[in-house]
């Protein structure tokens, strides 16, 4: 499957970010600390995504893969009533 320039160039400032959160000594609360600077470009990719595409970005980028996990993990515990939204 080829992806497209716009999915691996904004999946790689994904990965690049993650990796440098990493580098720094940053861990998964450093990440979702940071996660909103990024939020745009992630819904950007997930718009102009297949799953078997999204699928594909994850396996070549372990830092998008780890930032679309964090996020998958917040939005279950937030639909746990395990972490609080502020009104």
């Known amino acids: 499957?080829?992806?497209a320039a716009e999915q691996i160039h904004l999946a790689s400032l994904i990965y690049n970010h993650v990796r440098n959160v990493l580098e720094d000594g940053g861990g998964d609360v450093a990440l979702l600390r940071s996660m909103s600077d990024y939020m745009g470009v992630f819904k950007r990719i997930m718009d102009?995504?297949?799953?078997?595409?999204?699928?594909?970005?994850c396996a070549r980028y372990s830092g998008f893969y780890r930032f679309g996990k964090l996020l998958e993990q917040l939005a279950e515990r937030i639909a746990e009533g395990r972490v609080e939204i502020p009104r």
């Open 48 to 57: 102009t995504s297949t799953r078997n595409e999204m699928d594909a970005l």
């Open 1 to 3: 499957m080829a992806l």
